[in-house]
């Protein structure tokens, strides 16, 4: 009896491939490549007090090394008791306590603070009301709406979403190169997009993300008027 099942693949197989990201080189060839993150992870609670969180960064950090409560007391000679209390947020450690916490669990004294509750940026930005902007080597007929900028936070990284239009008035574009990544979705037009040594040609709904450091910029404005989503995210030390 013949085998229905012959020839497709398990339902699972099939599910994984889809979720399997993909980008296309250079030279048109399809590469699939597997996310490192889960995009629906959520973080460890932030802490409102801020004895709760130093011990619970203690007991974590403890638990890494695999060394019981005793060990660590015997280490850092800070008794047993107050160690507990210090793991259970029952008490406020001293400097000199947390310098010996740090020393022992071969962590920065910074690293206790860490799920002290913190605040999170956030831009919101209405239709219409981003802000025009001249970014360096703008030409005539370009312009730039700036959708929000998020920097001077934890991660050490600028974040600036942009909304350029060019129309017919526009000048030849000029070739782009600063520091960081940059993501691009095309919205409207058609656009034959540089990158370093490679040319892609854009619709709408597609997308690029690229080394910034690289030379780039629209090469052939196919179809006008035109506009796309640019994020740029830079180090903050680095000028975007």
């Known amino acids: 009896m013949a085998n229905k099942t012959s020839g497709t693949r398990p339902r699972d197989s099939a599910a994984k491939d889809k979720a399997t990201p993909k980008r ?56 047993l008791g107050m160690l507990s209390k210090i793991e259970n947020g029952i008490t406020s450690p001293s400097l000199t306590t947390l310098q010996a916490l740090s020393r022992a669990l071969g962590v920065p004294v910074t690293a206790f603070f860490r799920r002290f509750e913190e605040e999170h940026s956030a831009v919101f930005v209405k239709a219409g009301e981003g802000v025009d902007v001249e970014r360096r080597g703008t030409r005539a007929g370009h312009q730039y709406n700036l959708l929000g900028h998020i920097g001077a936070n934890t991660s050490g990284v600028i974040v600036e979403p942009y909304l350029i239009t060019l129309t ?48 780039h910029g629209p090469e052939e404005l196919t179809k006008l008027p035109m506009r796309y989503l640019s994020i740029i995210c830079y180090p903050q030390n680095s000028a975007g």
């Open 24 to 79: 296309v080189s250079a030279d048109g060839r399809t590469i699939r490549t597997p996310l490192t993150q889960d995009p629906h992870a959520i973080r460890d609670t932030r802490e409102k007090v801020l004895e709760v969180a130093i011990g619970h960064e203690v007991r974590a950090f403890r638990k890494k090394l695999g060394i019981t409560v005793a060990d660590l007391a015997a280490a850092t000679d800070i008794s």
């Open 168 to 215: 017919e008035n526009s000048d030849v574009f000029p070739t782009f190169q600063h520091a960081g990544m940059e993501f691009l979705y095309m919205l409207e037009g058609e656009v034959v997009y540089r990158h370093a040594n490679n040319l892609y040609p854009m619709k709408p709904g597609d997308s690029l993300f690229f080394d910034a450091d690289a030379p």
